[in-house]
């Protein structure tokens, strides 16, 4: 499960290859640990349907008597608790990434696993949002099953990844289009840098 991921893109390739018209997060500094419980970028549909770059919380409120933890990842699509999000394209969201991490070793020798897309500075998660009365938006993203690459270090799931292309289809087709995209993603483009390997 994903809980630790990078955002080191610029508003300028944002806006390039995610067709950003509205910014109502400021500045973008270099983000190299982002955690669940964090602020981070999202891009989400706003108003005129205009694409919107804004700040959310990483997390989802947990279902009543669930749990007490926020919930980060979505797995199970078919779940009434994700529904009312994942049938409504304004509630769907781009979650931006240059690379997300996974872990790996023994308790206490566990070590850093980061991916990457090969051909794209910054690729995006297949991300759901929610209001929150008093605090930030919330939001979480899609998982799927593994591809071979990521499946070698987490054998349970991989994040649902976007590339620019994928965009639209996430954010404006109905249900039955969108979740065409929640499938693993082709491992001939993804990169990986085991931080214990040797230089």
Not at 22 to 31: F, I, M, S, V, Y
Not at 106 to 112: P, Q
Request: charged share 25%; proline share 11%.
């Amino acid at each position: 499960m994903c809980n630790l991921y990078k955002m080191r893109a610029t508003l300028e390739e944002l806006t390039r290859l995610f067709g950003v018209e509205r910014n109502t997060a400021g500045n973008l500094e270099p983000r190299d640990e982002i955690f669940p419980g964090q602020d981070a970028p999202v891009i989400a549909t706003g108003k005129g349907a205009q694409r919107s770059l804004g700040t959310m919380r990483w997390g989802f409120p947990p279902p009543p008597g669930k749990a007490t933890r926020p919930v980060t990842n979505v797995r199970n699509l078919d779940s009434p608790f994700w529904r009312s999000a994942l049938e409504r394209p304004a509630r769907r969201c781009l979650v931006p990434v240059t690379s997300f991490c996974e872990w790996t070793g023994e308790t206490g020798k566990k070590r850093k696993v980061w991916f990457s897309v090969s051909d794209l500075p910054v690729f995006a998660f297949a991300g759901i949002w929610r209001p929150v009365e008093g605090e930030p938006p919330h939001y979480a993203f899609l998982t799927s099953a593994p591809n071979e690459t990521v499946g070698r270090v987490h054998p349970k799931a991989m994040p649902v990844l976007l590339t620019p292309d994928d965009a639209a289809l996430w954010l404006e087709a109905d249900w039955s289009e969108a979740r065409t995209l929640a499938r693993p993603f082709p491992d001939a483009r993804m990169v990986v840098d085991d931080e214990a390997a040797p230089a």
